[in-house]
């Protein structure tokens, strides 16, 4: 397991040999294994049957799930545990296998760059970084739902935790600015009936969009608008969100986007932004990762400070209000206002 602090040896050598561990939710969510025995406990012989796997590793692969809490064993047969099922099946309530998947196909590969990235500043992602790129990533339905379940994993966390930041019923709107296909935006309506939403990001992701409405129930309360956040007009409402968005992109570029945001609002509206912040004197392990990774991937992206976004906000026009931490996950929470 990942360690924050090493003090002997042994911790060393554990922090040193953490891949494998990665490794092995990577692979077991790549293979489909929790879906495969969430409903009856299987032995290793009909899991590798199942899922085409050859047996030679797979008992200590099995038994290392057992430990980590995601499988559970009873007399040599294995099931999904309760967490897994909440967590790593699809369709569970707190689904993050998708951010899982991204993390082993894509992540895990970036991240064996990290010295040559640290030689020479450059990404090291095999995708190209360009205001096109999720365009292109859109235009491939299989890779567009993998990059939309990840994103989700994360989102689920931080949109129940926005109902304390604000008093929803205070507004009617809001625009959430990147919103992809809206699972924030319909969570949001879902539990406020009075408030009208809307999602802003590229046409592809209509159809998408289209479909989680539907499954949500938010279908007319929550709007699609096609556009791009840089060339686009942004529609009016009176609180706007970007959230995960503004790590992507060198800082010209996001103050570009909250300068956008502040002439698309009316005096009085709200912009809030949430991201993985810095703490500027002791940030945390898991936001410090959380930061590597989007440089490692992008040419421009890191995490940042809540004074540095304050400082893009404020340049804009907005009046800083306040940042809190969220209690659960890793993300902060800015939120500015509109005076006039």
């Not at 047969?77 to 309530?93: I, M, Q, T």
């Not at 499954?215 to 706007?240: K, L, S």
């Not at 800082?251 to 912009?271: C, D, H, Q």
């Amino acid at each position: 397991m990942i360690l924050d602090k090493v003090d002997d040896a042994p911790s060393i050598l554990r922090l040193g040999t953490a891949y494998a561990a990665a490794r092995i939710l990577h692979s077991a969510v790549e293979i489909g294994l929790f879906e495969a025995v969430q409903d009856e406990p299987a032995g290793p012989a009909e899991i590798c049957s199942a899922l085409g796997l050859n047996p030679r590793l797979v008992r200590d692969f099995l038994d290392a799930l057992v430990v980590f809490g995601l499988l559970d064993k009873d007399n040599g047969r294995y099931a999904s545990s309760e967490v897994a099922k909440k967590f790593l099946v699809p369709g569970g309530s707190g689904y993050v296998g998708g951010r899982i998947r991204i993390g082993g196909e894509l992540h895990y590969r970036t991240w064996l760059s990290l010295t040559d990235a640290l030689r020479d500043g450059q990404p090291k992602a095999d995708i190209e970084a360009d205001a096109k790129a999720y365009e292109r990533l859109y235009a491939d339905p299989e890779r567009t739902r993998v990059f939309l379940a990840h994103m989700e994993a994360s989102n689920a966390i931080v949109a129940p935790q926005l109902d304390e930041c604000l008093d929803w019923a205070k507004y009617e709107s809001f625009v959430d600015v990147g919103g992809s296909r809206g699972q924030v935006a319909g969570i949001l309506a879902q539990t406020h009936s009075h408030l009208h939403g809307a999602v802003f990001d590229f046409p592809l992701v209509r159809p998408y969009f289209d479909e989680l409405m539907d499954r949500f129930g938010t279908t007319g309360r929550v709007t699609f608008h096609p556009g791009d956040f840089f060339t686009d007009p942004i529609p009016a409402a009176d609180v706007y969100i970007i959230g995960h968005v503004l790590h992507d992109w060198p800082v010209p570029r996001r103050r570009e986007i909250i300068k956008r945001v502040f002439e698309a609002a009316r005096p009085g509206s709200l912009l809030v932004v949430y991201d993985q912040m810095l703490d500027e004197h002791d940030p945390d392990l898991q936001s410090l990762l959380g930061s590597l990774n989007v440089g490692l991937i992008t040419p421009g992206g890191s995490e940042y400070t809540v004074p540095e976004c304050r400082d893009w906000a404020e340049s804009a026009g907005f009046r800083f209000r306040e940042a809190r931490r969220l209690p659960v996950g890793n993300d902060s929470v800015l939120i500015a206002e509109k005076t006039a």
